[in-house]
């Protein structure tokens, strides 16, 4: 499986992390299912322009420039963010992480493979993809005959067709940039859409199972790496399965990280959120439905979530089985193995939680949480005197004796066991 990965100029906003958060439990429920999955992501750090129709700056160059730093500086510190969010979310990390300024030699060779098939023409800014001679360009989009959605215009300059894309770009003063290579054709950096081609080959082979993406990868990055790549392979379809995640919107607007963005993951812990209380709100709708964000959503998202946890915690205490129940685990698995139906599934987890006869609670809440990854499951196998120092310390805290209060803390820290205090209460972690 390979998840076209950010572009880092700036911070990822709740929107893009929607999708990373689509991509990682389509991979759990893969996961669950059995199957073994090699998961490749990259980080896209130079070539990405301002507008998707290969005009305007270089986004990584430009953010070099405005905040005084080099693009290297600006892509470690955007992707170092990145992913500290992704852990926060409880997203699995890929098998693979790629950078496109680290594989422009791949990127080069499968440029040189589409120009041996005839596939290219050269322009005055770069090396450019004719799309007008592959019959079935646009496929995966839908596109109309000249591959155009209405309405859309699309500066041309020396291009043969609107739907032109380039796979090199020169640049225009060698030595103005950063990041510049060269190449048989010119000083200059490989087009967006090269990377994710040549990148997703390496690893996964000329042809592999599953590709993803935000819903608005369709109808140019996708539909282009698929041409470039069904030349270069001659294989069809390059990739069996794609699936895309429907934008999050707020009041009714796509967000945009180019328009300024939304909210970061940073700012919204900032607010009193919880990261998981979000990933939460996303499971909530149906991936390839729009999903409207708000505050006020979000903080009764956050309710339910504490809610459901405090329940659970409940649930551990009392109860003993550690057998599964098979009748609610079956209803769970149809609704994540029909089109990863999450908020269904979530209805069935309140639904077990909230059954005062059902039996196997626990275990059966467990195996969900492999796919929800909502930390559900309280941390168990404490010993019994740190649960009962842990307590003490709460009752103290409660009577505003910090003092005795940081004693117990430095005791439990002899006997090996850290403890946090979050809104959800004292968390305890065994040192490693
Ligand atoms: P970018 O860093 O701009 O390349 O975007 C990273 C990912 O976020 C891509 O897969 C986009 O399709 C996706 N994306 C961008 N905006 C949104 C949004 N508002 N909702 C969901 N996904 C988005
Ligand atoms: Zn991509």
Redo the contacts with the bound molecule.
């Keep these: 499986m390979y998840s ?1 990965g ?2 880092v100029y700036w911070y ?1 906003h709740i ?2 992390l ?2 990373y958060i689509f991509v990682d439990i389509l991979k759990r429920v893969l996961l669950y299912n059995g199957y073994e999955v090699t998961h490749v992501m990259n980080i ?1 750090d130079v070539g ?1 322009l301002t507008s998707d129709a290969d005009t305007g700056e270089d986004k990584i160059e430009l953010a070099a420039k405005r905040e005084g730093k080099s693009a290297k500086e600006i892509a470690e510190y955007y992707t170092k963010v990145f992913m500290e969010d992704l852990k926060k979310l409880n997203i699995l990390p890929p098998t693979i992480w790629c950078k496109a300024s680290e594989h422009i030699k791949e990127q080069i060779e499968l440029i040189k493979k589409i120009e041996e098939k005839g596939f290219t023409y050269r322009t005055s800014d770069g090396i450019y993809f004719d799309t007008s001679k592959l019959e079935d360009y646009g496929k995966l989009a839908r596109l109309k005959k000249k591959g155009l959605l209405p309405g859309k215009r699309v500066p041309m300059k020396e291009k043969r067709n609107p739907t032109d894309f380039a796979l090199w770009k020169f640049s225009e003063k060698p030595g103005i940039r950063q990041q510049e290579w060269e190449s048989p054709w010119g000083i200059g950096y490989p087009g967006w859409h090269i990377e994710c081609s040549a990148m997703s080959s390496k690893y996964l082979g000329e042809q592999f199972d599953i590709h993803t ?5 369709i109808h140019i990055h996708h539909t282009n790496e698929i041409a470039q790549s069904e030349v270069a392979f001659g294989k069809k379809p390059w990739v069996r399965y794609w699936l895309h ?1 429907r ?2 919107t707020f009041k009714g607007e ?4 180019s328009k300024g963005g939304l909210y970061t993951l940073s700012e919204l812990e900032q607010m009193g959120f919880h990261p998981l209380a979000y990933r939460y709100f996303v499971l909530s709708a149906h991936y390839r439905k729009l999903l409207d964000f708000s505050i006020e959503k979000l903080k009764e998202t956050q309710e339910a979530y504490l809610k459901i946890k405090s329940l659970i915690f409940e649930i551990a205490t009392k109860e003993k089985s550690e057998k599964i129940n098979k009748k609610y685990l079956k209803e769970f698995e149809r609704f994540i193995n029909d089109d990863l139906n999450t908020p269904k599934a979530l209805q069935i987890l309140w639904k077990l939680v909230r059954d005062k006869k059902a039996k196997g609670k626990l275990a059966t809440i467990k195996e969900m949480d492999k796919v929800f990854g909502l930390n559900l499951i309280p941390e168990t196998k404490i010993p019994e005197d740190v649960k009962r120092l842990v307590e003490k310390r709460e009752i103290l805290r409660n009577e505003k004796k910090f003092d005795e209060a940081d004693k117990i803390r430095e005791e439990l820290k002899r006997m090996g066991y850290i403890i946090e205090d979050t809104r959800e209460g004292p968390k305890i972690k065994k040192i490693e």
């Design positions: 076209c950010p572009t990822q929107g893009n929607r999708t896209t990405h993406g935000g819903e608005d990868h995640a934008f999050l796509k967000i945009s990280k």
